[in-house]
């Protein structure tokens, strides 16, 4: 499954990998996201607009837009998250414009499209700078071959609750969270926001909250199979609810998980 994260983001390059499918947790965040999708299917929903991704299909969310991913098939592909920093003769169009659709399809993009997501990732991930400075010029120059194909309009100025709400659960998620709580500090009433995550972001304050959960487990388990350490740093209170958390969302239990990533 895919690292996310929500929180502000502070590289230029955050994450560059490979996938093997898509988060279905809503996430938002400063930077930009480009997914390149190999094989499978997926539907993304974008600020609460659903776009099918087919295979050899390329999704662009731009910053601040809350996207997630339901997929419709196995997926495999290349993901790179960047700042909106990163290129700065680029910078103001990505404040100010947003893509009316964020999918390019396949037949618009260049030929050797994977190969090149694929040489974005091995530069960004080397140790030698010149290598992560190659990075960056191979990711302007397909930016400014993607951008043309896309057809943008002026960002949204408004700044709804579900993006407070959103921000808030990031930086909250590990830490004793409900909808009492979160109601109280953003003084939202609590049935207000339970209708928002249901009826705008397609998933329950529960199952939202336990999904950031487990995927922090996730990356702590990468360098601790301690599996206990990992539930309650992740802000579960219990075992049993840990582990049918990690079940629901990653389709394996977590010593499963620990076995696959030892092969």
Do not use: W
Not at 169 to 198: A, G, M, W
Request: hydrophobic residues 40%.
């Amino acid at each position: 499954m895919m690292r996310y994260t929500i929180e502000n983001r502070n590289n230029d390059i955050s994450s560059a990998f490979s996938f093997t499918s898509l988060s279905p947790i809503p996430h938002l965040h400063t930077h930009l996201e480009l997914a390149y999708l190999a094989e499978g299917a997926s539907m993304a929903t974008l600020d609460y607009r659903e776009f099918l991704i087919g295979a050899g299909d390329l999704f662009l969310a731009f910053p601040n837009q809350i996207h997630l991913y339901h997929d419709l098939q196995p997926c495999q592909g290349s993901m790179v998250i960047f700042s909106n920093d990163f290129f700065g003769e680029l910078k103001d169009l990505f404040q100010k414009k947003v893509p009316l659709s964020p999918v390019i399809p396949k037949d618009l993009l260049p030929a050797d499209i994977r190969l090149r997501m694929e040489a974005i990732i091995e530069k960004a991930l080397s140790d030698r700078p010149y290598d992560r400075l190659a990075a960056k010029g191979y990711l302007l120059a397909l930016l400014c071959e993607l951008l043309p194909l896309m057809e943008l309009q002026p960002s949204p100025c408004s700044y709804d609750s579900v993006k407070n709400i959103l921000h808030f659960c990031s930086e909250k998620y590990t830490q004793p969270l409900s909808l009492d709580i979160l109601s109280r500090e953003l003084h939202l009433n609590k049935y207000y926001v339970s209708h928002l995550f249901k009826e705008r972001m397609k998933i329950s304050f529960t199952d939202f909250i336990n999904g950031m959960r487990v995927e922090h487990a996730c990356g702590l388990l990468e360098t601790d199979p301690d599996i206990t350490e990992a539930a309650f740093s992740s802000g579960f209170n219990s075992m049993r609810t840990f582990n049918r958390a990690f079940l629901k969302v990653m389709k394996m239990t977590p010593r499963e998980y620990l076995r696959k990533g030892e092969r």
